[in-house]
């Protein structure tokens, strides 16, 4: 752990597993205080019925030496969204750092039907759960957020701007999620400067999520594995690689030079300097245009 950001208040909205949960950890090694939600606790789970718990990510946060409080929310419910940010004022007075990293949607969208083929109940769900939350816990967070200048609002995606502006992301519905919050962190962007506040868009690359190693059926310790049915998978990197791009984001006094833009983990890696754990720094979305996307054989010299 290092001070970095001591007397910082943050919120990961999200943050029970995946992408929200490393950005909490690496929040809590830099110094800040994390306010971390999600659905799933010990005594109840989502919708999606896994076995992570914002519980277990609090822990992961105190072990890096950080402080942690674990709030379940469910943030399509205004009433609760209130509620979280009326306790971080009461007990902080401040928030400094907004993390929208919800999602919840990895089982719901058909990679292989067109809008019309496709269930429009569920279809209008991976809105909610990708959209709506963003925008209700941003309703909710924001005026809190810019009581002082400096405040950094990120909004956790799938895919650059320019990525994305001219790739079809396979699904209608996952398409529109995505792109979706690209444009929100354009828009809060423009509304946020004049209170000295910056709203970015923040992209993993490939993230070796719980959910995609287990499609792989490898762990973090053993994920090369995988490579034997999917080469590309080697520019793969862990969830702990975007959470140090929003601490170094969180952490930069000239943060607002990104403000309004659509960044990666890999651009903002040779920006500030971190690696992923084991040292390298992958740059995934450099590679899926330049190698997978060209049809080129899998090969990460040069991209990691």
């Known amino acids: ?74 943030h399509l419910v205004p009433e609760q969204v209130e509620r979280l940010v009326a306790q971080i004022d009461a007990e902080q007075g401040r ?19 067109k809008l019309w083929e496709d269930s429009l109940e569920t279809g209008r769900h991976i809105l909610r759960l990708a959209v709506d ?11 809190l957020l810019i009581r002082r200048p400096g405040g950094l609002v990120v909004g956790m995606t799938d895919g650059t701007e320019e990525y994305n502006r001219t790739n079809y992301r396979v699904s209608f519905f996952y398409d529109l999620a995505k792109t979706s919050v690209l444009r929100m962190a354009f828009a809060q962007a423009k509304e946020l400067e004049s209170y000295g506040a910056t709203a970015v868009a923040l992209t993993p690359g490939w993230m070796r999520s719980e959910i995609m190693l287990e499609h792989f059926g490898v762990t973090e310790a053993n994920w090369r594995d995988a490579l034997a049915k999917e080469p590309h998978f080697a520019i793969s990197e862990s969830p702990a690689y975007v959470g140090r791009a929003v601490a170094a984001l969180a952490a930069d006094p000239e943060v607002a030079r990104w403000n309004g833009r659509s960044v990666s983990s890999g651009q903002l890696a040779q920006e500030y300097g971190f690696t992923d754990l084991d040292g390298s720094r992958p740059d995934c979305w450099r590679y899926l245009v330049e190698v997978q996307d060209a049809g080129k054989p899998a090969d990460v010299t040069g991209y990691r």
Not at 95 to 111: K, P, R, Y
């Open 1 to 74: 752990m290092d001070d970095t950001l001591t007397g910082k208040v943050a919120l990961v909205a999200g943050a029970t597993r995946g992408a929200g949960r490393q950005i909490a950890v690496q929040l809590g090694a830099q110094g800040a205080t994390v306010y971390l939600t999600g659905r799933s606790t010990r005594a109840h789970r989502s919708e999606m019925d896994r076995d992570e718990t914002i519980e277990q990510t609090a822990e992961l946060v105190r072990a890096a030496g950080g402080t942690a409080v674990p709030v379940q929310v469910d």
């Open 95 to 113: 928030l400094d750092v907004l993390v929208n990293a919800i999602w919840g949607a990895e089982t719901l969208f058909s990679w292989d039907k």
């Open 133 to 143: 939350t963003h925008i209700i816990t941003s309703h909710y967070a924001l005026p």
